[in-house]
Structure formats: structure tokens, C-alpha cells
């Protein structure tokens, strides 16, 4: 079958299985696969592709029919432009932590769009001490640290599993990080200049009704958050402040409707220049705070 058909067949299945993005998918899937680029369609469109190739790519298409993440089917997920392997045992790395990436050193016009490593970014500078609480992946630690210089780095989760796979993003991106295992600041020590944080905020009732491939993929310690899920942000707030310098700050992704809750708790815990950003659609995305300011 030549590459071009072989694509549009991919699409097909992928839009009849009510895959939300089939032609995205139907590429990326075929370009892995084939070792091609986004480019290859357009120019090479009527070349042949080896059989072999073609079964993979048609198991592959299946497996996305049952709407198995793409990320779990190529094995990696491409964030702040690297690259993050991913397995059922981590939250797949979404857009919107992105954003709160991203922000290094940008004037208080910008504050209107953003996320939560662009957000860190702007407050970040070389040789601070960070900590990832609910790191999962590591992909917002270890995007801070390849982004910066001589800043040192914690990731903290309950999953030992989680923690595997970040030790082994760190691995293959170069970088050192400290991964501990702990239920919070449970075994945490020292104090950090940054703590950032994407914990579990799906409230429980709503898990039910995610996409499917949230609800069955993602796990689901890192999605529940209590009854209306706010508890792991009462949690981390209440005990930040322990473990940040003074003037130390604190920043959390959200969910969007769920940024009065958490400002008002970030400021009866005593933090000040407490903010709320928004995503490129507009939504509330990240809170943030200083411990005293």
C-alpha cells in the first residue's frame, strides 16, 4: 500500500472508532512507525511502504481504536521540546503544564497568558532549589533544570513506580535530580527557594465522566482529588511554608474553576502577591504565591 493510502486508511478507522484528533493521530502514528516527518505525506505521498511497516501500523491503529492514549502507543510524550517517556504509571504530560513552564524573565503584560513551567520560569533564577511536589513524570522538574543553570532539583510522589520513570527521563535527558518517595513532605528535608505543584484535582463524582482515555489510562491516584478536589492543595499548602525560604514561592496548577478556592487558601496560610494566570484559552490555569510577601 503506498504511504498516502495507508494514512487515510489510519484516519478512517481512527475517526469511525470517535477518535477526537484521527488525522493528527493517523500521522503521528504512521511517521513513528515509518520514521518520517510531517513533510513526507505531501512529497512522498505515493511511495510504497514495506509490508512489515504496514502491519505495525495497522496493530498500532487498532490499538488506538480502543482508545489507548497515543502517548502509551509511541512510548513517549514531547513536552517544553523534549522528550518524556510515559507509561500507565504517569500522568501524560498535557499543554496546559506547559504553560506553567514556560516563563523566565517576562514583563507583567505577559502574565495574562500563561501556564505553570512558563509561570515558574519568570520567577526562576540559576542555582535556586526546586521542588516537584506529585511529580509523576518529572517532566516539570526536569524541564526546569534543563532551562536553567545550576539549579538543584527534588521530585516527591507516593508512586514508586512514577518515580521510576522520572529517574529514567532524568536519565536520557542528562540531568540530576533527587526523587524521593514520600506521601508529601512526609520525607522531605531542607528548604527550596521554588515548590511547584500539578497534584490530583479531578474532583471523585467527575472521574466517571473524563475521556476515555484519562478515565481507563491515566492512573487514578493522580487524578482523584477528594471529594471536591481540593484536598491535596489544603494539604501542600498548609505545609509549604515549612519548607520554603522566606520570600519562597509556591505554584500550583489548577483546575479552572477552582482558583478563588485555592488563592483564598494560598492567603490564609499567609502568602502574598497571590495570582492567578490563565492558559492561551482563557481559563484560569495556576495560582501562585510568596511565603510572606
Sequence with gaps: MIYKALYEWG??????????????DARLLLEEICATDRSYLTVHG?????????????????????????????????????KFQV???????RQDTELLVETADRTEQDLIIVTLVEEVMRYL?????ILDMCTGSGCILLSLLRYSNRCQGTGCDLSGKALAIARQNAGALGLEADFIQSD??????????????????????????????????????ALDGGED????????????????????MLFFEIGCDQAQAVSGYMEEAGYGEVMVCRDLAGLDRVVLGRLGG
Design 184 to 221: 508529601l513532605f512526609e520525607k522531605v528535608t531542607g528548604k527550596y527557594e521554588i515548590i511547584v505543584s500539578n497534584p490530583p484535582y479531578i474532583p471523585s463524582g467527575q472521574i466517571p465522566g473524563l475521556m476515555e482515555e484519562v478515565r481507563e489510562h491515566d492512573p487514578l491516584a
Design 46 to 82: 505515493e511511495e510504497p511502504v514495506a509490508e512489515e511497516k504496514c502491519r505495525d501500523y495497522q496493530e498500532a491503529i487498532g490499538t488506538r481504536s480502543r482508545h489507548v492514549p497515543l502517548q502509551h502507543i509511541l512510548g513517549y510524550q514531547e513536552f517544553m521540546g523534549l
Design 87 to 93: 507509561t500507565r504509571d504517569v500522568l501524560i504530560p
Design 11 to 24: 484516519a478512517g478507522q481512527l475517526k469511525a472508532a470517535g477518535i477526537g484528533e484521527a488525522a493528527l
Design 229 to 248: 478536589g481540593l484536598d491535596f492543595y489544603r494539604k501542600i499548602i498548609k505545609e509549604a511554608g515549612e519548607y520554603l525560604y522566606p520570600g519562597g
Design 125 to 129: 533564577h540559576d542555582g535556586m532549589r
